[in-house]
């Protein structure tokens, strides 16, 4: 079945998607995610905006060159290309703690007593803010915190360790790592199509800037089906 939104076309049967994909005869559906990604900075930020800076443009979170595959599959600015329409199903928020990699600020670390940072920079990021997906001119996802969006894939660690410590050695041993965990947040039965050319933007925003204590990385995924034009 297919039908309309607030004006935008969503389907529930790829099927019904041939008579969007303009032009193309034949065509193929790849399972996969549109993706991208930014940085969080430590003094945090009002809004990170996703999905503008396609592949070769802007700057990687890490690599500070043109954006690569390690940051984004945008193939256009703001939009799908011609000939290329993507399902989104389900929507996801990946937050990667200190990605300064700083030996002692890392998640699994020994030497000087030390808090668990990136447990602590996770719970900050997610327990507040909000998400904001645009299609044209209309928003049709404004969801908070970011807790509501747990990502599929992600590092999980479960660890007990114990250290004894004196006033010669004082230091520790240290495991922390926190993930949101919870179901993905689908979209179904109301898929959203886009459509080529047409223009959305996923938006991460904060009323009140929400400090980290060290540079981290977050991706936006929009899990779906890719359609194409067959070679």
């Given at each position: 079945m297919q039908g309309f939104v607030?004006?935008?076309?969503?389907?529930n049967n790829l099927d019904a998607a041939k008579q969007y994909a303009a032009n193309i005869n034949t065509f193929e559906i790849l399972n996969q995610s549109m993706y991208d990604s930014a940085a969080y900075a430590t003094g945090g930020q009002?809004?990170?905006?996703?999905?503008q800076v396609p592949l070769g443009a802007g700057a990687g979170v890490i690599s500070g060159a043109g954006k690569t595959y390690e940051d984004t599959n945008m193939q256009a600015a703001g939009a799908m290309p011609n000939m290329q329409a993507f399902v989104v199903t389900s929507v996801e928020v990946?937050?990667?703690?200190?990605?300064?990699?700083?030996?002692?600020?890392?998640p699994a670390a020994f030497g000087a007593q030390a808090v668990a940072t990136s447990i602590n920079?996770?719970?900050?990021?997610r327990a507040t803010?909000?998400?904001n997906f645009t299609i044209g001119q209309k928003p049709y996802l404004q969801e908070g915190p970011m807790m509501k969006f747990p990502a599929s894939n992600d590092l999980e660690i479960d660890a007990a360790v114990c250290d004894a410590t004196t006033a010669a050695a004082s230091s520790q041993t240290r495991v922390g790592y926190a993930k949101a965990v919870g179901p993905a947040y689908m979209l179904n039965p109301n898929n959203l199509l886009l459509i080529p050319m047409q223009n959305f933007v996923v938006t991460l925003n904060w009323a009140t800037a929400q400090a980290i204590t060290?540079?981290?990385?977050?991706?936006?995924?929009?899990?779906g089906q890719l359609l194409r034009s067959a070679q």
């Open positions: 607030n004006g935008i076309p969503v389907i009002n809004t990170l905006t996703f999905f990946e937050f990667q703690p200190d990605i300064t990699f700083t030996a002692a600020t890392q920079d996770a719970w900050i990021f803010g909000y998400l060290t540079k981290a990385r977050v991706f936006v995924r929009l899990m």
